[in-house]
């Protein structure tokens, strides 16, 4: 890169960190700030960065690193499971919005072919802003929120047939329906492709990658399989994003699960970002003053009829037209494929007088739809005409966490294996705890589980005061790092010097700094083990009880001075190949879902050798639920087990 280039990019840095840091102030969402940023830096203002196929072989990449992600938090059951309203909502939100705007092509003068490729570029919405929005709003998973997802995933698929036909306007050819055909084959040969792949040679990849405990080598193969994944259905037409979003989807089955996930953030952040600024470069600001009133009217219009529709054809799945219309909300706005099949008549002057205003529409519809997708309640209300409406169930749960805050608690930092199962013992005793952990996909099950745990950084002074360091019993640090339990030590001792803190550690390498940084006791973990396996040893040796308890209060009341003579093993920085955990995990169930009207005997009769955790109904957690209760559509079942146990479960579960 020339010292042009640098100052290119170092530009383009500083107007994302000023312009985000002031969303973020303003508590919108950060992708307007990418949007605004590439609309002012874009050719068509400043010019200071030009769009290039490398800036736009980036930014989709972007795009196919969170569709991967997404996928790691679906199944291939639970796409089974959602079928219906994929192909059955999605075709008729394509196909009704494809006839009402192609017509309205016609009737601007637009010949017939032209017109159907218009009607299927207003049909097309934007897969990256309506997943991240409702991702950050902790609404993907909720009736609107997987109601718009099945339409985008069938307009992913429905998008090769539209990009045939406007290539063949392009080229000067008729549409062929045989080619259509074989473009529609090869797009089903490499969905299985990718699906096969997936299903019989992830695991066995990961397990091999594992057992190298190499952190470079494991974030290379997860690279690997989601640019390969994209680009098996690249070739043949599709998305690079849906051939992501099903490789994720074959991964969430593995044990690999979240240390994948963490390994792409990083990535997918980035990248997503500079998508959004090619977004914000592709709106020309000059056409929008020239033509602002026809612009103007043809985003509203764009806006109505799809979210119109979309809310119509929604009806049925959503059960009431609250639901309906705030799917139909999410929806309005336009996306990234109708921009590209707009995009390519514009090139070769089709239609000048639709195209090029219909272009500018779309970009400004998508600069719009954070504002519609964050406020789509809101304004479903005020469309409706309803009164006090009832807060959110992200607002309960935020109220609920705040009350408990103030009462008498525990703060669990970190919710893993460790701090889930003190947890358990807590609740059975009755104490009342707050977990905080880092790791989004653990939060979001636990919050669906009814667990009251928050994202955040534990040792964050601002997130201990949230969560109720003033009025906490005790304070439990079940990291195993131990620079992470220092660090929270230290601020917990700063801000609250009397408060018990109790760490976990694997092994007493940093037992005296952390007495020293202020810890009131220090568990390692491989001294407590052989504890308790040499008092089984001595049990079985007819040792006396008595004297066996007296030797473990010595061994402990010595500081574990008996066992530091043991040599350390270097800590492996990957789970080892094969070394499989319980974990938790929260099934939704949706509309489809066979378990929806069956009892838990009834799945575990198929297999499903689980515990089932709880059952979550309408915001109430029911812990430990009888055999005989009976599911119902939008329960949230918490299922524990090994992975592969998980795995069976939640098939049974969606698919039977």
Not at 622 to 639: F, N, Q
């Amino acid at each position: 890169m020339g010292a042009d280039g640098l100052g290119t990019v170092l530009v383009l840095l500083a107007a994302v960190v000023a312009v985000v840091a002031a969303m973020r102030r303003l508590r919108l969402p950060p992708l307007l700030g990418y949007l605004a940023v590439g609309m002012a830096l874009g050719p068509h203002a400043f010019g200071v960065v030009q769009d290039s196929d490398t800036t736009t072989l980036m930014a989709d990449l972007g795009v196919v690193f969170l569709l991967f992600t997404l996928g790691l938090e679906f199944s291939l059951p639970r796409m089974i499971a959602m079928r219906g309203e994929v192909f059955g909502l999605g075709a008729l939100q394509v196909g009704l919005t494809t006839l009402a705007a192609g017509a309205l092509a016609v009737a601007a003068g637009a010949a017939p072919l032209v017109a159907t490729v218009i009607g299927g570029a207003v049909a097309m919405s934007s897969t990256a802003i309506v997943v991240q929005q409702l991702t950050d709003q902790a609404e993907i998973n909720r009736t609107h929120g997987r109601l718009a997802f099945s339409i985008l995933l069938f307009q992913d698929l429905v998008f090769v047939l539209f990009l045939a036909l406007a290539t063949a306007l392009v080229g000067g050819g008729e549409f062929a329906p045989r080619a259509a055909g074989l473009a529609l084959g090869k797009a089903a040969v490499a969905l299985l492709v990718v699906l096969a792949a997936g299903r019989f040679l992830a695991r066995p990849l990961f397990f091999e990658i594992a057992r190298h405990r190499s952190p470079e080598l494991f974030t290379l193969a997860v690279l690997l399989v989601a640019l390969s994944s994209a680009w098996v259905t690249h070739a043949v037409g599709l998305s690079l994003a849906l051939g992501a979003f099903l490789a994720g989807m074959l991964l969430a089955e593995t044990e690999y699960r979240h240390q994948v996930e963490a390994v792409i953030r990083p990535f997918r952040d980035v990248l997503l970002g500079l998508f959004f600024i090619t977004i914000g470069m592709l709106l020309d600001l000059r056409l929008l003053g020239h033509a602002f009133l026809l612009v103007s009217t043809l985003v509203a219009g764009l806006f109505v009829l799809k979210a119109a529709l979309a809310t119509l054809v929604a009806r049925r799945y959503a059960g009431s037209w609250f639901k309906a219309l705030r799917t139909g909300l999410v929806m309005g706005a336009g996306g990234e494929f109708g921009f590209a099949l707009l995009a390519l008549l514009v090139e070769q002057r089709t239609e000048e007088a639709v195209t090029q205003p219909l272009l500018a529409a779309v970009a400004l519809s998508m600069l719009l739809s954070p504002f519609a997708i964050r406020h789509n309640k809101r304004l479903a209300r005020l469309v409706l005409r309803e009164r006090g409406p009832a807060p959110s169930a992200l607002a309960r749960e935020a109220a609920a966490d705040a009350a408990l805050a103030r009462r008498e608690h525990v703060i669990l930092c970190g919710y893993g294996r460790v701090g889930q199962n003190i947890g358990r013992l807590l609740e059975r005793h009755g104490h009342e705890y707050i977990a905080i952990d880092l790791d989004p996909a653990r939060v979001r099950t636990a919050r669906h589980a009814g667990d009251p745990v928050v994202y955040g950084d534990s040792a964050d002074e601002g997130v201990l005061a949230s969560v109720g360091l003033a009025a906490a019993s005790v304070v439990v640090v079940t990291f195993a790092d131990t620079a992470i339990a220092l660090g929270i030590v230290r601020v917990v001792r700063r801000l609250r010097p009397a408060v018990p803190v109790l760490v976990r550690t694997a092994d007493d390498s940093a037992l005296e700094d952390l007495q020293r940084a202020g810890a009131t006791e220090v568990v390692p973990e491989t001294f407590e083990a052989a504890l308790m396996l040499a008092s089984h040893v001595l049990l079985f040796l007819d040792t006396p009880m008595s004297r066996i308890v007296r030797m473990i209060g010595e061994v402990r009341g010595e500081r574990y001075g008996a066992l530091r003579s043991v040599f350390r093993l270097p800590e492996a920085e990957l789970p080892e190949a094969g070394a499989a955990r319980e974990e938790l995990r929260a099934v939704v169930l949706p509309p489809g879902a066979w378990a929806v009207g069956h009892t838990l005997a009834e799945a575990r009769g198929r297999g499903a050798e689980v515990s089932f955790a709880a059952v979550r109904r309408e915001g109430i957690v029911g812990r430990d639920p009888a055999p005989s209760t009976v599911l119902r559509e939008g329960d949230v079942v918490v299922v524990f087990g090994l992975p592969e146990a998980l795995e069976h479960a939640e098939a049974v579960l969606l698919a039977g």
